[in-house]
T-cell receptor, first 113, second 113 residues
Framework: SQTIHQWPATLVQPVGSPLSLECTVEGTSNPNLYWYRQAAGRGLQLLFYSVGIGQISSEVPQNLSASRPQDRQFILSSKKLLLSDSGFYLC????????????FGEGSRLTVL | DQQVKQNSPSLSVQEGRISILNCDYTNSMFDYFLWYKKYPAEGPTFLISISSIKDKNEDGRFTVFLNKSAKHLSLHIVPSQPGDSAVYFCAASPQGGSEKLVFGKGTKLTVNP
């Protein structure tokens, strides 16, 4: 069966520090991978998605970047965090070329102080 | 531009009664719709979906209704249980499948014992 894991679960970082959130998927090949952010009153906002290794699409201009160095690994990064980067970050996957549902990871709570 | 709208940020119902969560969309290209349930500090979990060729889909206590002409869908939970208390997100996907799901802002459902 397929599983998705993301870490760390919680993170408290000072403004200006770097960020790295990692997500891996097991039990499937060539999934579509996604990073979402849930901020207060904003619902689930799509940040990045990837349909293959090295292929990243950005949905909103921001202080963050994403990379997909391996088929089932998706990384969310920042060189210098802003206060506005605080939120709950969710990694998700979906079968490639499918209109089906997304499967989400457990989430990572980022607090920037 | 909010393509999927959940206009009620919260809803409170008594245990055993019906919960009705509403969702409106603006993009006529959407043809696949999903509902997700989210508990605090966890990733959303898939609940039920419906494609545009149907107007109703039922799974146990959960039924989703789609009114394409009104660009409206609703989720009915009957009977409501305290464990149903969570945030419910409506999501939509364009025709032919897509890399992206567009989410609403969510409705927080509270079921009182």
């Amino acid at each position: 069966s397929q599983t998705i894991h993301q870490w760390p679960a919680t993170l408290v970082q000072p403004v200006g520090s770097p960020l790295s959130l990692e997500c891996t998927v097991e039990g499937t090949s060539n999934p579509n991978l996604y990073w979402y952010r849930q901020a207060a009153g904003r619902g689930l906002q799509l940040l990045f998605y990837s349909v293959g290794i090295g292929q990243i699409s950005s949905e909103v201009p921001q202080n963050l970047s994403a990379s997909r160095p391996q088929d089932r690994q998706f990384i969310l990064s920042s060189k210098k965090l802003l206060l506005s980067d605080s939120g709950f970050y969710l990694c998700a996957w979906r079968e490639g070329l499918s209109a089906g549902e997304l499967f989400f990871g457990e989430g990572s709570r980022l607090t920037v102080l | 531009d909010q393509q999927v709208k959940q206009n009620s940020p919260s809803l409170s119902v008594q245990e055993g009664r019906i919960s009705i969560l509403n969702c409106d969309y603006t993009n006529s290209m959407f043809d696949y719709f999903l509902w997700y349930k989210k508990y605090p500090a966890e990733g959303p979990t898939f609940l039920i979906s419906i494609s545009s060729i149907k107007d109703k889909n039922e799974d146990g206590r959960f039924t989703v209704f789609l009114n394409k002409s009104a660009k409206h869908l609703s989720l009915h939970i009957v009977p409501s249980q305290p464990g149903d208390s969570a945030v419910y997100f409506c999501a939509a996907s364009p025709q032919g499948g897509s890399e992206k799901l567009v989410f609403g802002k969510g409705t927080k459902l509270t079921v009182n014992p």
